[in-house]
């Protein structure tokens, strides 16, 4: 094509007849066509590509478990939008903390409604106490890596992009920083739901749920902060397996709350990173399921499948009294790694729907039977002065946390993107040095190990000791020189 349009007047006329004749062809196949739709059933998809908008509106975001207002009638408009990301210690299980990255400071991140035609123009704002850089894909966006290249962004930095949304439907988005499955893992992820013309029809409740699963250093129950471990991800064996990022954020005083009678939508998504979720409400049926989150509506549905990254609309009636029970029936996940929780549905009996004795109280996860270990004597404070060995193993801690995403597992970097800290010249060369990157971060070019890279390292918010620690492993791994980090050589480089 851009060679023939190169070859200037001459050709001018040849195009404007091939022009002709497909557009004479569109217009003959479309009139065909109208025959196969009802043959085929096959619905066409209108083209919102061009549809104006209205007017101005800035976009409210929602924490889980709540949704914002329905789109109702509105036209399409231009819509603002902000979000930040935040990088945070929470609990994900009675006793047991993990520091998730965030969407907004909830797992899964905040919710986010639109109207097919919209014109979002999208802030992402990566707070300063953050570690890593981060950005965001959703599979709402039509364009090159749903946002992901143009919202990429460093830690205290903002990124504005925009987009126009084409497809209704419940999407999921998610970070797409390499490594992605960690940033996936540590619960990167969220809904956007793109309403058609006129918006879904009105229910009582709406809530909004996310599945995701957690890979932990400790087995499930296994109490203090977590680190994240990379080699389960990778086998896809997860510990934790919760809806909104925590065993507990649908139970117990979070249980989500109805009345019978009530009719209830829920938003239900698949983080993942890994598992499909086998989706079931104990002691309810769906009356519909918009399949995959799109225009297909499925009837009287027991369990539907959602797939890792993917989303469904799911409606039902709560027409009697009960506790339902939200489940991955992947019945393991459910009642040995978290994925349960709770609608709480209050209201007056129907003895001609359901006539048995109705459960009562909470509804006890075996899991939730799994003990804290005693205070005393347990709880390690840490030594004011560590001996090296004490040092190496906070500092491998530090390690998984803080520095493994860029520099990886073994230290052995990624090529073109981080340098590698096993065998690494320039670490070896020069402690002092070493310490200056952590504490001040690193830019523009440097050469390891022969190759250049050019890129930036965050400063690392990191206390004396945790340098101190962090770096004394990493001199003693990997076929590393072997050299201990004091807090005390750390603090005097730090003035
Ligand atoms: C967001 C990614 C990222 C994180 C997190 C990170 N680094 Fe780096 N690191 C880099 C990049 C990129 C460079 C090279 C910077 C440049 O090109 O100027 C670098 C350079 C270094 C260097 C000097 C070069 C070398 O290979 O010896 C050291 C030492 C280092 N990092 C150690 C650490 C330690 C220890 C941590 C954890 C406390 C850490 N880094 C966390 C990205 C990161
Ligand atoms: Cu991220």
Same mark, same amino acid.
Request: aromatic residues 8%.
């Given at each position: 094509m851009r060679s023939t349009m190169k070859t200037?007047?001459?050709?001018l006329f040849k195009r404007y007849f091939y022009l002709f004749i497909f557009l004479y062809g569109l217009i003959a196949t479309s009139c065909t066509q109208s025959q196969s739709r009802n043959a085929g059933n096959i619905k066409y998809v209108k083209d919102h590509s061009k549809t104006k908008v209205f007017g101005n509106m800035v976009a409210e975001l929602t924490s889980p478990p709540h949704v914002p207002p329905p789109v109702g009638n509105r036209p399409a408009m231009k819509l603002f939008m902000e979000m930040e990301i935040i990088e945070e210690e929470m609990e994900m299980a009675d006793g047991v903390s993990y520091v998730f990255w965030t969407f907004g400071g909830t797992v899964p991140g905040s919710f986010i409604r639109a109207r097919v035609g919209d014109e979002v123009e999208f802030k992402i704002k990566n707070h300063p106490d953050n570690k890593l850089p981060h950005n965001i894909d959703l599979h709402a966006v039509t364009g090159q890596g749903g946002g992901a290249e143009a919202s990429f962004v460093a830690p205290g930095h903002e990124k504005t992009f925009s987009f126009k949304l084409i497809n209704p439907g419940l999407f999921v988005y998610h970070c797409a920083t390499a490594p992605v499955g960690m940033h996936i893992a540590n619960g990167m992820y969220g809904l956007i739901l793109v309403e058609t013309e006129g918006g879904l029809p009105p229910v009582d409740k709406e809530f909004y749920v996310m599945q995701g699963d957690f890979y932990t250093e400790?087995?499930? !129950? *296994?109490?203090?902060l977590q680190p994240f471990d990379m080699e389960k991800a990778y086998d896809e064996r997860p510990d934790y397996v919760v809806f909104n990022g925590?065993?507990?954020?649908?139970? !117990? *005083?979070n249980a989500l709350q109805a009345k019978a009678g009530e009719t209830i939508r829920l938003f239900f998504g698949n983080g993942g990173p890994n598992l499909a979720s086998s989706f079931h409400v104990i !002691? *309810?049926?769906?009356?519909?399921v918009y399949v995959e989150g799109g225009d297909q509506v499925n009837y009287n549905v027991g369990t539907t499948l959602i797939p890792a990254g993917g989303a469904a609309i799911l409606e039902f009636k709560a027409e009697v009294p009960s506790n339902l029970v939200l489940v991955d029936h992947s019945i393991f996940r459910a009642f040995n790694k978290g994925a349960l929780g709770i609608i709480s549905v209050t209201g007056d009996e129907n003895e001609k729907i359901f006539a048995g004795e109705i459960m009562e109280g909470i509804y006890l996860p075996e899991g939730s039977t799994i003990q804290k270990m005693?205070?005393?004597?347990?709880?390690v404070t840490p030594p004011v002065t560590m001996t090296k060995s004490e040092l190496i193993d906070a500092g491998k801690k530090i390690y998984m946390q803080a520095c493994f995403a860029c520099h990886q597992a073994n230290g052995e970097g990624l090529a073109n993107a981080f340098p590698p800290l096993a065998k690494a010249d320039y670490l070896n060369a020069d402690e002092n040095r070493a310490i200056d990157v952590l504490l001040h971060g690193l830019s523009g070019e440097v050469t390891v190990n022969g190759k250049k890279y050019n890129s930036i390292m965050p400063s690392q918010q990191l206390k004396d000791e945790e340098v101190a620690a962090v770096l004394t492993y990493v001199y003693n791994?990997?076929?590393?020189?072997?050299s201990e980090i004091t807090p005390e050589m750390v603090s005097k480089r730090r003035k």
């Open positions: 200037g007047k001459l050709n400790g087995r499930f !129950g *296994e109490p203090g925590s065993t507990t954020a649908l139970s !117990g *005083e !002691g *309810e049926i769906f009356d519909r005693p205070i005393d004597g347990t709880t791994s990997w076929g590393n020189n072997g």
